[in-house]
């Protein structure tokens, strides 16, 4: 076989962007960077070979494929780009276009032509599910991955022939996502309180060492344990259970040896040797003791600062309920204010470049957070400014790093600190068990609205977490509610608002006589609108996918309840209400209604709000 050699041309997302829109991008040689540098020309050659980390890559040069080039347009219109606008992680970009490649290397491998014409990649999707239904069996695949890799197949090949992805599907069986989830190792609540604990003690501690600007060696009561903090940029933290191999200092007294120790009990007896060994230990302590105290920015001190930057974004975490990956990558700027957002809360507000960025904070922890201001301005040697509210390095040094850019920043500062502090049980302290704590509190102090809002999240994300009752209206209330809704909700005229769930004459002006406690009825979820004076039905397809839609998404969760009772008395109001209005419809338009639940419920061709939030929902695991 001849291979000829290509010099790949790695470009940012931007620059993709640019060059596809102004149509001088250059498909045969292009990369991408990403996390990583990613080599997706290869696409366009069955027969390719890349080594690890190389610049170039050898094709075939007579198998290159004009027509594939669609199938890059397709991962950068459908994936770079709208994973770029959308705000996902890199790491999300990657996981999907490998997904892609793993249907075009499987097509490949087994001779299956999918680009010649419509039956041939009919062909090739049924080939490949029955490929993944076998993987299934197998083990290779759980049933998730499996239901994503089919469904990246089925997106490609509608692109590549423009037509709906049931002209591709046809009767190929779909692959549900099961009912498997991420699940986070269990801790009990006294283990999180503990962990918790920990870093605040171990956060003012040294917040207290640094500010104050006091002297080593320093005591810090973390947890009801003691440590001692060393003039050492390594090895700096000392306790009764990791003791310093120093012989100058004593971790139990917090003693420095002086000279005159070595002629007392229980020195008395020790050769010369030995004394002189203690000796130059103690001249070599008194040394470091005397350079880290003279200077109040040494290496020794900035690396204890970093590890209180380091425990308070787990507090953060902890006090904002806010996801890793947003977090650690968040935009800051000082000119900040602070405002009452609810009983018990601030919101912090500020702009970072053209966007309006804030967050909730329980006003008990403001000071924290302010405490966490004055640290970070230390670390930026009080002079120096960081875009980001969290940095690693220091001074004009300071950086983001690719750790917390992928969202495991939480799980690198749980895993040092416990190694550093011999503490086994931060290294099961995972950012969603953290937020499971942080949503649990606050829906038993606030209520599941508020506590979806301070989250930043939909009711529907938070029901595989939170147990408790909900007292909704009695069914006999409910139907005769629907029953004087009813006479209205289908009458519309031109000048409604297309909304989620149909249309709206009044947007921003909700209005309802009915208070359900676990739905609120106001224009930004889609489930409350269904209970407003002002909610406007359209006996039409689109409306009655819509409705069809989000039954679709809320009954897909209904498997991530704690329980169904638990399930029910949260949504089984809404599905209710969603059934009674397809009813109304169905008694003059039964077909068209009967028509798109097959559509939504056995092909999953939701409307295109509803398409994306569930695809959202499955990348983040809820489903």
């Not at 499987?106 to 993987?135: E, G, M, P, V, W």
């Not at 007896?269 to 003791?289: T, V």
């Amino acid at each position: 076989m001849n291979y000829k050699k290509i010099a790949i041309n790695y470009i940012s997302v931007d620059e993709v962007e640019k060059q596809y829109i102004d149509k001088s991008l250059l498909y045969d040689s292009l990369g991408i960077k990403l996390n990583r540098d990613f080599a997706i020309c290869q696409i366009l050659y069955p027969r390719s070979i890349k080594k690890s980390n190389s610049k170039f890559v050898l094709v075939e040069s007579e198998n290159y494929d004009q027509r594939r080039c669609n199938i890059l347009n397709y991962l950068i219109e459908n994936i770079l780009i709208k994973n770029r606008q959308l705000g996902l992680k890199p790491a999300t970009t990657i996981r999907r276009i490998k997904e892609v490649k793993y249907f075009i290397e499987y097509a490949d491998n087994t001779n299956l032509n999918f680009i010649d014409n419509i039956n041939q990649a009919r062909k090739a999707f049924l080939r490949y599910t029955k490929y993944l239904q076998s993987s299934i069996q197998k083990s290779k695949y759980a049933q998730r991955t499996a239901s994503r890799l089919q469904k990246e197949a089925l997106k490609l090949l509608s692109y590549l022939f423009r037509v709906e992805p049931i002209e591709i599907k046809q009767s190929t069986t779909l692959i549900h996502s099961g009912n498997e989830t991420r699940t986070t190792q269990a801790m009990n609540e006294s283990d999180i309180q503990f962990c918790f604990n920990f870093y605040h003690d171990l956060f003012k501690s040294i917040y207290g060492f640094i500010i104050n600007n006091a002297n080593y060696p320093y005591k810090a009561t973390i947890t009801n344990t003691n440590y001692w903090f060393l003039p050492y940029t390594k090895g700096f933290i000392a306790n009764e259970s990791k003791a310093m191999k120093n012989s100058a200092f004593n971790c139990h007294t917090g003693k420095v040896l002086a000279y005159e120790d070595l002629y007392q009990e229980p020195y008395l007896n020790i050769d010369k040797q030995k004394r002189d060994g203690y000796k130059r230990a103690i001249r070599l302590f008194n040394q470091y003791l005397k350079n880290a105290n003279s200077n109040s920015f040494t290496d020794e001190r900035l690396a204890i600062a970093q590890i209180g930057v380091q425990a308070y974004y787990i507090l953060f975490l902890f006090t904002t309920g806010m996801n890793d990956s947003t977090a650690s990558t968040l935009k800051w700027n000082e000119d900040y204010t602070i405002q009452k957002e609810m009983q018990d809360f601030k919101n912090i507000k500020y702009r970072a470049g053209n966007k309006i960025v804030e967050f909730s904070i329980a006003s008990k922890f403001l000071n924290l957070f302010k405490n966490f201001l004055e640290l970070r301005s230390y670390l930026l040697l009080n002079n120096f400014k960081s875009a980001y509210l969290f940095f690693q390095g220091y001074g004009e040094n300071s950086y983001v790093s690719t750790t917390a850019k992928s969202g495991n920043l939480s799980s690198s500062i749980n895993s040092r600190i416990s190694k550093i502090f011999n503490t086994e049980k931060l290294k099961f302290l995972t950012s969603r068990t953290i937020r499971l704590y942080k949503t649990k509190y606050l829906i038993k102090h606030h209520g599941v609205i508020q506590a979806a809002n301070i989250a930043q999240t939909s009711v529907v994300t938070l029901l595989k977490h939170y147990t408790g009752e909900n007292e909704e209206t009695s069914a006999e209330q409910m139907t005769k509610y629907y029953d004087d809704l009813n006479k209205s909700v289908l009458i519309h005229s031109p000048n409604d608002k297309v909304i989620t769930a149909g249309h709206c004459s009044s947007f921003g002006n909700p209005d309802s006589d009915m208070k359900l406690k676990s739905i609120n009825i106001d224009c930004e979820k889609s489930e409350g609108c269904l209970f407003c004076k002002h909610f406007r039905c359209h006996a039409d397809s689109d409306d009655v996918r819509k409705l069809l839609s989000l039954l679709y998404i809320i009954e897909e969760t209904k498997n991530k309840a704690d329980s169904i009772d638990h399930f029910n008395s949260i949504y089984l109001v809404v599905i209710n209400r969603i059934n009674n209005l397809l009813k109304e419809i169905s008694e003059n338009q039964k077909d068209l209604v009967e028509k798109i639940r097959e559509e939504v419920f056995e092909y999953e061709i939701l409307s295109y709000y509803w398409e994306k939030r569930l695809e959202m929902l499955l990348e983040l695991g809820v489903l």
